[in-house]
């Protein structure tokens, strides 16, 4: 249906942006922090580490000054688990702890509601070396470390997200440097299904310990559509949303194993160990609402048998190569590609936002949502029309999800302030605000508001009505 008045945007709708500690906070080492799994991976050749990053850590209160110029309702950040627990499972560390009180009085102050990511791909690496999520000692470790987080900051922080793309992680961890390259499907299904229960347990924690907390996962997601109306090929469209999608939020929202899904890892030897008391514990814990991270969607076909097609395939976290016998991935021809070869499809984040709501009825939050791009910093200014062209058209499509009757909380378009990206580097750019370094020169980093920064500031003081 195209609205011709679409509804406004609700009274409260959390106008918010995001951001991750790794990625923004540098200090990698400072004030008792551990090490996390990636401060010792190698990120790919020509890109920089994540050691200063945008040091956020030394500059946060700058920072949030901006978020609140920007006039920020909300913001996303993680919180770094190895800033906490250096070890993962021992002594806490004051600083680590005294730094996020830190950031969240300061959010508090201008009024930004904080929501609060849990865990953002930096698992400690002291975890790591004891065999990472495919320990089931990991599990206490992580409700040990939720039980320390909503204890410390459940008075000030009400929004609360679990884990940043557990699908991604499984499915994508090589690309992103989550796992190591050829671990088996069993072993990342197994990873997985403890991931899942740490998060259902985390659930229950929060509810128990947070008067008036909310919580949610935030997988990633890229709905799938089939390449032709060939039956076959709408079958392969399902499954890869199957694979990619219900398996992930089945777990979180009903605490159940998706049947397609468990067909799948049967078919693919992968099907996890699940211990008594495992299921009861996954439907014990219940979200309030669905984060999701929203990029692009993806265009599917059924297998062909000739493997080449997928080897060929450049592939990362939203650019799938295919799977033998499970499907092909295909271009759309109807959608523009990023520079980074990404696909660029607003009206497939209402598409979105009607699978997910039609399939659960909770709230929905979008927690990222962004262009990656190439920007210039010219005589202190960045012109980047192209990502207020890319975040007007999808804040465009929430309106009219809004109008398909959707509780949208809240819209946290990724990146607050530019950052390292996971594999692309300082080059591939995010924010409303510039970080002036390059990929190995550090400059001085100081901070210059794009173009897309006071676009961002009109929109949100129209609450929504200003798109233009
Ligand atoms: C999501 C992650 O996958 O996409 C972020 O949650 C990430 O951590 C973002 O930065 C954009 O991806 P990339 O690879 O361009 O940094």
């Known amino acids: 249906m195209q609205y011709r008045e679409p509804k406004p945007f609700p009274e409260g709708f959390l106008w918010s942006a995001a951001t991750a500690a790794y990625q923004i906070e540098g200090a990698w080492d400072a004030d008792g922090k551990g090490p996390s799994i990636i401060d010792t991976w190698t990120p790919p050749e020509g890109t920089s580490d994540f050691t200063v990053a945008s040091d956020h850590y030394h500059r946060y209160g700058e920072d949030v000054a901006l978020l609140a110029e920007l006039g920020l309702k909300a913001y996303r950040f993680s919180i770094s688990w190895p800033r906490i627990i250096p070890d993962g499972t021992g002594e806490v560390n004051p600083a680590g702890i005294a730094f996020y009180h830190r950031l969240i009085d300061a959010l508090v102050e201008h009024g930004i509601e904080p929501i609060v990511t849990m865990y953002h791909f930096d698992l400690p690496l002291a975890l790591d070396q004891q065999g990472a999520w495919s320990n089931r000692a990991t599990i206490e470790a992580f409700a040990k470390y939720a039980e320390i987080l909503f204890r410390e900051y459940g008075e000030k922080v009400k929004y609360w997200l679990t884990i940043n793309e557990q699908n991604n992680m499984i499915l994508y961890g090589d690309v992103i440097g989550t796992s190591k390259p050829g671990t088996s499907?069993?072993?990342?299904?197994?990873?997985?299904?403890?991931?899942?229960?740490?998060?259902?347990?985390?659930?229950?924690?929060?509810?128990?310990?947070?008067?008036?907390?909310?919580?949610?996962?935030?997988?990633?997601?890229?709905?799938?559509?089939?390449?032709?109306?060939?039956?076959?090929?709408v079958l392969a469209a399902d499954d890869l949303n199957v694979i990619r999608h219900w398996l992930y939020f089945d777990l979180a929202v009903d605490g159940v194993y998706n049947s397609i899904a468990w067909s799948y890892l049967e078919e693919k030897g992968a099907t996890p160990d699940i211990l008594p008391g495992d299921l009861e514990t996954l439907s014990a814990g219940r979200p309030d609402f669905l984060g999701f991270n929203y990029y692009n969607t993806q265009t599917v076909a059924r297998p062909s048998e000739d493997d080449t097609q997928r080897q060929s395939k450049v592939a990362d976290q939203q650019m799938s190569p295919g799977e033998a016998g499970v499907y092909d991935s295909a271009d759309n021809p109807y959608l523009a590609k990023t520079e980074f070869g990404w696909e660029v499809d607003?009206?497939?984040?209402?598409?979105?936002?009607?699978?997910?709501?039609?399939?659960?009825?909770?709230?929905?939050?979008?927690?990222?949502?962004?262009?990656?791009?190439?920007?210039?910093?010219?005589?202190?200014?960045?012109?980047?029309?192209?990502?207020?062209d890319y975040l007007r058209d999808h804040v465009a499509q929430i309106r009219l999800a809004i109008g398909d009757g959707v509780d949208a909380l809240g819209y946290c378009p990724w990146s607050a302030i530019d950052l390292v990206s996971t594999h692309q580097g300082v080059a591939k750019r995010y924010g409303f605000v510039y970080v002036d370094r390059d990929e190995f020169d550090l400059k001085d980093l100081t901070r210059h508001r794009k173009d897309s920064f006071y676009w961002y500031q009109r929109l949100i003081a129209s609450n929504g009505g200003d798109l233009a």
């Open 346 to 388: 607003p009206i497939g984040l209402r598409a979105s936002f009607r699978a997910l709501w039609n399939r659960y009825r909770l709230p929905l939050l979008v927690t990222e949502n962004g262009l990656g791009a190439f920007d210039r910093l010219e005589d202190g200014h960045v012109h980047d029309q192209y990502r207020i």
């Open 185 to 233: 499907k069993r072993e990342l299904y197994q990873t997985n299904h403890h991931l899942a229960l740490a998060q259902a347990r985390a659930f229950q924690l929060c509810h128990a310990l947070v008067p008036g907390g909310k919580i949610g996962p935030a997988p990633n997601f890229a709905l799938v559509y089939p390449e032709t109306c060939h039956p076959l090929d």
